[in-house]
C-alpha cells in the first residue's frame, strides 16, 4: 500500500503510518550540517525518512540576499542525494505563506503518513513569534535539537514554558498511541560550524550554479527549472 507499510508477526496484518519528519527552511544554500543533523534526528527518533520544506519565502527573515526558491531546492536536492531524505518545495504549490498552515494541508493530503515537525533551538526561541505556534505544537509532536548558544534563550522561552508539560523524555514514547501531539523531546547533538551564512559569505554567487538545471521536486515528482524564481 502506497505511503504505509505493513507489519505481520500476528494473525491480522497492520498497516503502520510511515514516520515522517519536516524540517522546513530557507537552505540558502542546504549544506553538509542540514544533511547531518536530519541523519541525527531520524535514526533518535526511528523516523522513515524527513521532508526538507523549502520555504517560499521566510516571513521572519529579510528577502535581501535570499536566493531563487528553484536554486535553493537544487541546492537542497543535492545535498540530500543517497539519504532517506527528499528536498521540496510543496508550500509554493500548496499556496501556504505560515508554517500551521503547510502542516494542516500536508496532514490532508497525506492522511497515512504520521508527521513530526523538526526546529533548531534558534526557533524555539522565537517560537512564540510564530502565528498560531500552540496550533502547531497541537497538529504534531515536535523534535528540537539542540544548538550552542541558543539552548538557554531556548528554555527560558515563552514556548518553551507552555510546552514543557509535554516534554517527553529520552527512551519515552514520542510518537504515543492514541494522540501524539503536543509533545516534545530536545536532542543532544554534536556542534556543527557549517552555516549557511559563512557559504554565502564565501561564495555570494553560489546560486548562479544552478540556473537552468532541469529537476523534479522530490516529493510531488513535478518538474521545475531552476531559473524560475
Known sequence: MAGARQRTGSPLTSVVPVLTGLLGGSFNPAHGA???????????????????????????????????????????????????????????????????????????????????????????????????????????????????????????SPAMAWLRRWRRRPGQDFFGAKRSAPALTILRFDPDPRSATAIRAADPDWHRRFVGRPMRDMVTHRSIRADRP
Open 34 to 156: 542540514h544533511r547531518r543533523i536530519t541523519l541525527f534526528v531520524r535514526d533518535a527518533l526511528g523516523l522513515d525518512e524527513v521532508w526538507w520544506l523549502v520555504s517560499p519565502g521566510n516571513v521572519l527573515k529579510p528577502a535581501a540576499g535570499m536566493a531563487p526558491l528553484a536554486a535553493r531546492l537544487a541546492s537542497a536536492q543535492r545535498a540530500a542525494r543517497c539519504a532517506p531524505i527528499r528536498a521540496t518545495a510543496i508550500e509554493r504549490e500548496l499556496g501556504t505563506r505560515y508554517t500551521i498552515d503547510s502542516l494542516r494541508a500536508l496532514k490532508r493530503r497525506y492522511p497515512k503518513r504520521r508527521f513530526v515537525w523538526i526546529m533548531g533551538a534558534d526557533n524555539l526561541a522565537q517560537f512564540h513569534r510564530w502565528r498560531d505556534w500552540r496550533g502547531i505544537a497541537r497538529e504534531m509532536p515536535i523534535a528540537v535539537v539542540a544548538r550552542p548558544g541558543y539552548d538557554a534563550a531556548a528554555l527560558a
